[in-house]
């Protein structure tokens, strides 16, 4: 008989794999991990044996539920400086796009991040990072794009890799080097373009820096042509792609990232009809950023519908940085991706569960509790699953077990 390392019984899961069940629930449920890998999942009842005969370490859970780790597929978590000022600002009134145009918002943030050095920027970064783990988060995805040269892009990007190695969290790292047109470059969006396909991604793809490749596709930042350079030189290295489209304006952002077979478009609130169609036949997945839409206090609501109607999986995230969604709490944004965007509970669950694995293009080994899946899990004293999005400000983790290590919460 085969001795797991760990078996987890006395408690329910939310597998959060399709099928018939909500939740993917096995009530009085039991998982086994050996290595970093989930070896077993099912009804207690159907165990092979005696708990205590079957692996190394038997846990309790006390009636818990499990679920699994919580992914956080959208983030700026590296940068330097604050924006605490601007957000003053913008409730005197100011936009956001005001702020942007007038050498404030992003570029505020370019400034201070290229002036504090990577140590500094990593430290800053641990408490934000740390926030998320709270919540029982598993794996974060982390964007550039404070750097805007060669140089401190891939401090950024180091910085959040090294994080990576650091904690007991998996980091995604994603290029953004079209992100905002930096001051050496006013009114030459065209060469800061040449730059980022000739020089910055590819320098740092070299260097191993990065996994997938972001734009920021709006009237403020890039055009849908320039946007499309930046993803022929990501094909070109065979990174997948994903796009920050129609959060302000649409610009047919949504149908270009599906043209390009992108992992995911993101914030979506003015994606037209078409755009909705193109994500669903290219399987692009629509990360929403409730948080974002909050803190501008924007009234177009994505159009949900729309992406349920046509299939379009549905992945929510914090959007992590300093301007536009000072968000650290993943639970936070499931409760308001209930509120705010009318998602059920199950489906917000899944947006930072099994959806969020594929908009990171790790569905594969991420997401769901599967045999055979990283064993990666958050452990919650919860009545049921839907109690994650009905509170909020309460965080009833119990534990979080990364690639099969357990962390105890308290
Ligand atoms: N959209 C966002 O959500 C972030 N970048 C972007 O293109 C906001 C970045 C910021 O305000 O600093
Ligand atoms: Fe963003």
Not at 56 to 80: A, K, M, N, Q, S
Request: aromatic share 6%.
């Amino acid at each position: 008989m085969s001795e797991w390392d760990a078996l987890w019984i006395n408690g329910h899961l939310a597998t959060m794999a399709p099928g018939d069940a909500a939740y993917g629930t096995i009530e009085d449920g039991a998982i086994a991990v050996s290595d970093d890998r989930i070896a077993w999942v099912g009804r207690r009842a159907d165990l092979p044996g005696e708990a205590a005969g079957l692996a190394r370490e038997v846990h309790d859970l006390g009636g818990c539920w499990v679920t699994p780790g919580l992914i956080d597929c959208h983030t700026h978590l590296v940068w330097g400086g604050d924006r605490a000022r601007e957000f003053e600002l913008r409730l005197e009134g100011a936009s956001y796009e005001e702020l942007a145009k007038a050498g404030g918002g992003i570029l505020s943030t370019v400034k201070a991040t290229r002036e504090t050095p990577a140590e500094a920027l990593y430290e800053a970064a641990v408490p934000r990072l740390q926030s998320l783990m709270a919540d029982g988060v598993t794996t974060v995805e982390v964007k550039s794009g404070y750097g805007l040269d060669a140089e401190n892009e891939a401090k950024q990007l180091s910085v959040a890799r090294r994080q990576g190695e650091a904690f007991p969290v998996d980091v995604v790292t994603t290029f953004l080097g079209a992100h905002a047109l930096p001051p050496e470059f006013a009114g030459n969006t065209g060469g800061y373009i040449d730059e980022v396909v000739t020089s910055m991604l590819p320098q740092a793809h070299a260097r191993g820096l990065v996994d997938m490749v972001d734009a920021f596709c709006e009237t403020i930042a890039f055009s849908p042509e320039e946007t499309a350079r930046v993803f022929d030189k990501a094909r070109e290295l065979d990174l997948p792609v994903k796009l920050h489209a129609d959060q302000l304006s649409d610009l047919n952002g949504a149908a270009l990232a599906a043209r390009y077979g992108a992992l995911s478009a993101e914030h979506l609130e003015w994606t037209n009809d078409a755009g909705i169609q193109a994500m669903a036949v290219a399987g692009t997945v629509a990360v929403l950023l409730p948080g974002a839409f909050y803190q501008l206090r924007e009234t177009k609501l994505p159009p949900i519908e729309g992406f349920r109607r046509a299939g379009v999986p549905i992945a929510i995230a914090t959007d992590c940085n300093p301007g536009s969604a000072p968000v650290f709490s993943l639970l936070l944004m499931v409760n308001m991706a209930c509120i705010l965007f009318r998602l059920t509970p199950e489906e917000a669950l899944a947006g930072v569960t099994r959806n969020a694995a594929r908009a990171l293009g790790r569905a594969d080994r991420l997401g769901t509790l599967e045999a055979g899946k990283q064993a990666d899990m958050a452990v919650w004293r919860i009545d049921r699953p839907a109690d994650l999005a009905y509170r909020i400000g309460f965080n009833p983790l119990v534990s979080r077990v990364k690639s099969g290590h357990v962390t105890r919460v308290s």
